[in-house]
């Protein structure tokens, strides 16, 4: 298979499982469906960068891993900022548990903050996804 269409399809594959298990967190934490759906529908603009980003970031992983497998350092410092930019990303989603969890304020700060988490979250999803980006070349050009 062709590098480009490889490429391609890892990326839309990462990012709709992204979408698709966002989508199944929030209508588990607030057990309904339409709920999800009008919350995926309303956080389009933050969740589409997002799960691109990350679909980005799977892509590019998988690339670096195959172009330099003895590099374990790389592959994790990578994976380690998408897993603390993912963590990030779905922090919000808390809100809907943490008052069950006695942690009112926290979840209020969650609440009140979401968008500001979300455009941390593709801030830094968007960094990752440039350095790796950047390591992937280093590697090409050697």
Request: hydrophobic share 55%; glycine share 4%.
């Amino acid at each position: 298979m062709k590098l480009i269409t490889r490429s391609v399809i890892l990326t839309v594959t990462s990012s709709l499982t992204l979408i698709t298990l966002s989508f199944l967190v929030i209508s588990l934490l607030s057990k309904s469906v339409s709920y999800a759906l009008e919350q995926m529908v309303s956080l389009k603009y933050y969740i589409l960068p997002l799960a691109l980003g990350f679909g980005l970031q799977v892509t590019l992983f998988i690339m670096i891993k195959e172009k330099v497998k003895e590099s374990a350092a790389l592959v994790t410092s990578t994976g380690a900022i998408s897993s603390g930019t993912m963590i990030a990303c779905c922090a919000h989603h808390l809100t809907e548990a943490l008052p069950f969890l006695a942690v009112g304020g926290l979840s209020l700060f969650f609440f009140n903050y979401q968008e500001e988490l979300l455009i941390l979250s593709i801030a830094l999803n968007w960094v990752s996804v440039l350095y790796m980006y950047k390591k992937l070349r280093l590697l090409n050009a050697r």
